[in-house]
């Protein structure tokens, strides 16, 4: 409902049969194999895959994330969050937007289950970890956090600014 009000043409659903065997092979940068050997049979895991609504390539991830969240703690981690438009492809409703897409379905699952935190381990690389701090992230590389109301902020600041 919300990428609908923002105008994005774009479907969100589980990662399916699909599109675990076009992750892990090859179509992807990061190392999405490890990422559902590590996290993907985990309880305490959530998972997301944004295709477009129409065209050829509605049946491809356009993006994908991986969380956990940790009852006892109320920490929600963002393992994998990798977007797989082209740089140049400026026209895709996602191009720039991956990221501040992750952080609206944690906002959401984050409020229903009583998040205090949300950490980054292991940013990609330094250039990643800085566009992170763009959003209210502070650490580095190793380890990014920021407290759930921040990203609340954020996400409700983002959502007023852009509201056609």
């Not at 509605?58 to 969380?67: F, K, M, V």
């Not at 990221?99 to 690389?125: D, H, K, Q, S």
């Amino acid at each position: 409902m919300l990428l609908d009000n923002m105008k994005m043409p774009i479907a969100v659903g589980p990662i399916n049969d699909e599109d675990y065997v076009i992750l892990t092979s090859g179509f992807a940068q990061l190392e999405w194999d490890h990422g559902f050997s590590r996290y993907g049979n985990r309880d305490d895991k959530f998972e997301f895959c944004l295709k477009l609504l129409s065209g050829p390539l509605r049946h491809i991830p356009s993006g994908a994330a991986l969380c956990t969240f940790d009852e006892d703690t109320g920490v929600i981690e963002i393992h994998f969050v990798e977007s797989f438009v082209k740089d140049g492809d400026v026209g895709h409703p996602l191009y720039g937007n991956m990221f501040m897409i992750t952080l609206w379905g944690v906002y959401l699952f984050g409020a229903a289950v009583g998040c205090t935190e949300i950490r980054i381990p292991e940013a990609l690389n330094h250039r990643v970890a800085a566009h992170y701090k763009k959003f209210g992230f502070e650490g580095d590389i190793n380890l990014l956090s920021a407290p759930f109301a921040t990203i609340s902020d954020v996400v409700r600041r983002y959502i007023t600014s852009n509201k056609q």
